[in-house]
């Protein structure tokens, strides 16, 4: 599914996100268009940006999603490691803030093991990125059925058919966070084996559930 450049609906000032991603820029960090990614609303992003997040994981490095708008026709995965392991570096992604950095996927964004089963993934943190979920069947726009000590910050989780974020595990936090045109049950689900989630800032506007 492919769509235009303009979702990005307009470019916000200096954000903490836009900070952050300039400090990791360089040696600290690298860049999803390192990996071939576009940005431009029409070339499907998806298996660079796939490349960009196994990379930054396997180096322990920041992945960087400069402003753009990324198409993606299939779901982007955060694992535990590239093998499944236990020995998993934790993924930091951080966009330049959620209107400017822009995931436009059919199938959304998982963090979870390989096989979608096992031990919890632990230490992320995704920043300064909106996640839209545009397949007409896309249930969220992120999942992280078991994921503890991880953070959402600067986000906006949009359109999924089910809701824009659905979280599982121990020991999160929510922080600055935007919920939009999520058309389900609820904009955020907190699954029932969750324990101790910060919520904290989040604005929600425009769900149905």
């Known amino acids: 599914m492919m769509l235009a450049a303009?979702?990005?609906?307009?470019?916000?000032?200096s954000s903490p996100s836009a900070t952050a991603a300039a400090e990791l820029s360089g040696t600290m960090g690298i860049s999803v268009a390192d990996f071939g990614a576009v940005g431009?609303?029409?070339?499907?992003?998806?298996?660079?940006?796939?490349a960009g997040i196994d990379a930054a994981q396997a180096r322990g490095r920041a992945l960087l999603v400069p402003a753009g708008t990324y198409i993606t026709s299939k779901m982007l995965l955060i694992r535990l490691d590239l093998k499944g392991n236990l020995s998993s570096q934790p993924l930091r992604l951080v966009g330049e803030g959620p209107h400017r950095s822009s995931i436009v996927?059919?199938?959304?964004?998982?963090i979870r093991p390989r096989k979608g089963e096992g031990p919890s993934a632990t230490n992320h943190h995704l920043e300064g990125v909106m996640?839209?979920?545009?397949?007409?069947?896309?249930?969220?726009?992120?999942?992280a059925p078991l994921l503890t000590r991880s953070k959402f910050s600067f986000m906006k989780f949009y359109g999924g058919t089910v809701g824009g974020l659905k979280l599982g595990g121990w020991i999160n936090s929510i922080l600055d966070c935007e919920f939009g045109d999520n058309q389900g049950t609820a904009a955020l689900v907190i699954d029932g084996q969750a324990n101790a989630i910060d919520v904290v800032r989040c604005s929600f506007e425009g769900n149905r559930g």
């Open 6 to 13: 303009g979702i990005v609906l307009f470019a916000a000032a």
């Open 40 to 50: 431009d609303g029409h070339k499907d992003d998806a298996a660079a940006l796939q």
């Open 131 to 143: 996640v839209w979920a545009a397949g007409p069947r896309t249930q969220f726009a992120v999942l």
């Open 105 to 110: 996927g059919a199938d959304g964004l998982a």
